[in-house]
């Protein structure tokens, strides 16, 4: 393995990472602004008014995080390979291998990483592990 990754990592790198931030920023826009407007109603600001349904929340925030990144990107391999767990859903057409093959396989292409390898992604990615 080379010590240090080449240019041409970077250049891949950065339209990738710029689009995976872009969709985030317009994905969170939407958001606040469904909050403004009074369409997301299940929110409060008063933490102590609801404590367990906030110490659920808060507690629970990080592993929901973790937890969604690890199914996503699970869900963005072939599914049906014989050595995943997820072996026996062979009955299900594996969307996996097609996400892979069109999809994922762009943010995969960087074997050697940078700083910018983590969020480098097709935007169809992007939406996925930002949502
Ligand atoms: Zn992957």
């Given amino acids: 393995m080379k010590k240090n990754p080449p240019r041409s990592n ?4 950065i339209p ?4 995976t ?3 985030s920023s317009v994905l969170e826009i939407i958001a606040l602004r469904m909050w403004a ?3 997301l109603t299940n929110t409060y600001m008063d933490h ?7 110490f659920f929340w808060f507690a629970g925030m990080s ?10 990107h699970r869900a963005m391999h072939p ?13 299900i057409p594996d969307f996996g291998y097609y996400l892979f093959k069109y999809v994922h396989s762009y943010h ?4 050697n990483t940078t700083i910018l390898s983590g969020h480098s992604m097709h935007p169809v990615d992007g939406v996925f592990y930002t949502s």
Avoid: K, M, Q
């Fill in 48 to 54: 102590w008014a609801h404590p367990f349904r906030s």
């Fill in 63 to 72: 592993f929901h995080g973790d937890g969604y990144v690890g199914v996503a």
């Fill in 10 to 13: 970077y250049w891949r790198e």
């Fill in 21 to 23: 931030v872009l969709i």
């Fill in 37 to 39: 407007t009074g369409y």
């Fill in 79 to 91: 599914w049906n390979t014989g050595e995943s767990p997820y072996y026996i859903i062979r009955c």
């Fill in 16 to 19: 990738g990472t710029i689009s």
């Fill in 108 to 111: 995969h292409l960087s074997e």
